[in-house]
Each structure stands twice: as structure tokens, then as C-alpha cells.
């Protein structure tokens, strides 16, 4: 019987596109930064204009294709990258990002998932911890936040305490619905040798501590998948649990805090993740378990048949990133009010349509930034050496 080594990294498989920073093997990620020519309108933004980029993070080096796109503040700066480790088997896709306010002391974050496994097992045990699993029993999210967050991501933190606490069921539903949809194109291919389950759970707390002599405010988000399978052991048969948490963090000064708020906002809400990019990274994972492909050569060779056959992603699995997306809503709810909501736009230029924040009287766009303002009679044209095009809400 087949064991399920190979879904440890494909079990959350929904959320690898915006989760994880580069493996130790594989090297730093492609990181973006705001070019010199994207601030020239940073120093003409006042309290009534808010300026917006798009921010795009393609998979250079595996399908070529982007992996995730969001909006972030013009004068914010933006790391991110998708990286590759070829020496695991299946090759494992990460990606991260890191948002931060011009001064710093603000950011947003997407942290790279960790790999989780328990099994009564020890032989289990052993096998999963050779191919990078922390051995931990399974918990909730709310727990894991709770006892493991500060300690592994803030370890030099003093003074923590818990301000806030959030469940997010919806966010939880979502992410299993995604996971159940991957999974069953996993299956297709590779079909399984065991049965499975696959479970979801979402939360969000939000903490005070003191780091660097200041005091700081962070609210995490964490939703975690849990792949929980039977299989033949060395006492016979038995239950292991792979689980691995997605984590989403936005940390700024207390007195700072309300005040970038609304920019935690509108990264997330305009956050998108590519749909055909998870749907490719789950086909190579499941061909290459099928055909136990494990020259790198073969499995980029892999890469490329998948990603030219140039297969439709069904709108079951778009919905499901749409809806997702729409859960996180619910993260604001309860800490902080007179957040704007989003206003759909049609952009001119690229010939779409774009979410932007509410609240503003008219939205600008030459093509790859957004200016919105509500001051009367106002034109980015004017004293600018870009073209703005005006975009029209919709209904």
C-alpha cells in the first residue's frame, strides 16, 4: 500500500499559491519592487486622494503564469516571490509576500505554510520528519494561533497578551471546498490507495506585545487544512493527520494601527490567486506520483506539457477563490469600523473590471496604477507626464 508521503505539500494545496517563502534549497524568490518611475505621483497624494498599484507575482520559474495579484498603496513596498524545490518529491511550489508602509513599522504578510504531521506511528513519524514535517498533534486554529503563533513567529516578543479573537467559518468553508475540488483532480489522475478526509478550520486573534521598546499590535489570520488519512502501519492499521496552517498577519505600532488598517483592507480584498496555476501545480503532483518521475529534468519537461495544453479552469473552482476571497470581509467586522468597502470599476485601458475602495468620487487608471479622489474637479493629468484614463463604476 501506498503511503501518502507525496500530499504533505498537496493536501492545502488551495492556499500554496500566496502562502510560503523560498525553501533553504531553493533559493531567494523573484522579488518586486516599486520602480522609481511608479512613486512619481507618491508626493502629489493628500488626505482626500488614495493611490493604488497593481502588484503581480508570476511563476518564472516553473508554468510561467501568474500565481497571485493585489492592490497595495502606491508609496508601500511590495517583496514577493513563487520558488521552487526540485529535490522534493513531489517538487514543492512556494510563495510569499511582504507589504510595508514607507516608514516601515507597518506590514502585511503572508507567511510561508508549514508542514504538519502526527501519527501514532513512530516508524510514520519518522518517514514524514525526513521529508521536512514538524511531528506535532493536530489543533485548531484559534489554539495554534493562541499557544504557537508569538512563540515561533515572535520570539522576541515580550509582554503578549490577547486583545481579540475571531472564528471565521466561512473562510474555513471555503478553503475546504477549493481543497475537495484540488484534491478530486488529484485523484483523477493518481487515484488514492486509502481513504481519506479533509477538514478545514479558520480563526483570527489579535495581539499586544512589546518588541524593540515598542509597543506593537498584530492581528493573524490562520486557516488550517487537515488531510486525515488511514493507512497500514507498523501496529497494523492507523490514522495520520497532515495539517498545515495558512497564516495572513498585519502588525503596525498600537498608535499606528487604525491608521494603515484600512491598507491591511484593501490588500486582502483585492487579493486574487490564480485558479489555473493551482490547478497546474496539482496535475504535476499527481502525474508525477502516478509515473514516479524524479529526474529534474523530466519534471520541468512535465511542467511545460501541463501548462501548454492551456486546459479552462472550471467556474466551480473560480467561485470558490472568489467567495474565499469575499470571507476575509468578515476579519474586519469586529475591530475596526468606517473601513470602505469595494466599488467594481471598469478599467479602459486593460479591459476589465477592478475592485477599488468606496467612498472616493472618481477612480483614475493609466493602465497599471490607481488614483481615487474625491476632491471636485480633480485630474491626475494635470501637471503629469502620464496618461489617466477615467474609469466608470458599474453596476
Known amino acids: 500500500m501506498r503511503t501518502p ?3 504533505l505539500p498537496l493536501a492545502i494545496l488551495a492556499f500554496v499559491a500566496c502562502q510560503a517563502e523560498p525553501a533553504s534549497q531553493s533559493g531567494n524568490p523573484q522579488a518586486t519592487r516599486p520602480s522609481s518611475s511608479n512613486r512619481q505621483l507618491s508626493s502629489r497624494a493628500l488626505a482626500n486622494q488614495l493611490l493604488l498599484r497593481k502588484q503581480a507575482v508570476v511563476d518564472q520559474q516553473g508554468f510561467g503564469c501568474e500565481v497571485f ?3 497595495v498603496p502606491k508609496d508601500w513596498d511590495f517583496q514577493g516571490g513563487v520558488a521552487w524545490d526540485i529535490s522534493r518529491f513531489p517538487p514543492e511550489a512556494k510563495a510569499s509576500y511582504r507589504v510595508s508602509s514607507p516608514n516601515g513599522r507597518a506590514v502585511i504578510e503572508r507567511f510561508p505554510y508549514l508542514n504538519m504531521y502526527w501519527s501514532p506511528d513512530p516508524m510514520l513519524q519518522q518517514s514524514f520528519a525526513a521529508n521536512g514535517a514538524t511531528i506535532l498533534q493536530p489543533m485548531q486554529a484559534d489554539a495554534f494561533l493562541r499557544n504557537l503563533y508569538l512563540r515561533h513567529f515572535r520570539p522576541d516578543a515580550s509582554g503578549g497578551k490577547i486583545v481579540d479573537s475571531q472564528p471565521l467559518p466561512e473562510l474555513a468553508q471555503r478553503s475546504l471546498q477549493i481543497n475537495q475540488y484540488l484534491m478530486g483532480i488529484f485523484g483523477q489522475i493518481s ?3 486509502f481513504p481519506f478526509e479533509l477538514r478545514s478550520d479558520s480563526a483570527r486573534v489579535r495581539f499586544q506585545y512589546t518588541q524593540g521598546g515598542r509597543q506593537v ?6 486557516t488550517i487544512d487537515y488531510f486525515i488519512s488511514t493507512t497500514a502501519g507498523l501496529y497494523g492499521t492507523v490514522q495520520s493527520v497532515s495539517w498545515s496552517p495558512s497564516i495572513t498577519s498585519f502588525r503596525a505600532p498600537v498608535e499606528e494601527f487604525d491608521q494603515h488598517a ?3 483592507k484593501i490588500v486582502i480584498s483585492t487579493y486574487w490567486d490564480n485558479p489555473r496555476w493551482a490547478v497546474e501545480y496539482t496535475k504535476l503532483g499527481a502525474t508525477l506520483t502516478r509515473d514516479q518521475l524524479r529526474q529534474q529534468q523530466a519534471i520541468f519537461n512535465r511542467m511545460q506539457q501541463i501548462h501548454r495544453t492551456q486546459e479552462e479552469v472550471s467556474d466551480m473552482i473560480y467561485e470558490g477563490y472568489q467567495r474565499r476571497s469575499a ?3 468578515h476579519i474586519f467586522d469586529n475591530y475596526i469600523q468606517s473601513l470602505r468597502g469595494l466599488q467594481t470599476y471598469a478599467d479602459p485601458v486593460n479591459q476589465l473590471n477592478v475592485e ?3 467612498g472616493y468620487d472618481n477612480a483614475w487608471t493609466n493602465g497599471s496604477d490607481y488614483v481615487l479622489s474625491d476632491a471636485p474637479g480633480f485630474d491626475p493629468n494635470l501637471g503629469s507626464t502620464q496618461t489617466w484614463h477615467r474609469m466608470d463604476r458599474q453596476p
Open 5 to 7: 508521503r507525496f500530499l
Open 69 to 71: 495579484h493585489m492592490l
Open 191 to 193: 487515484p488514492f490507495q
Open 217 to 222: 499590535a498584530e492581528d493573524v489570520t490562520a
Open 262 to 264: 484600512p491598507a491591511y
Open 327 to 329: 470571507a476575509y470581509d
Open 356 to 358: 477599488l475602495p468606496t
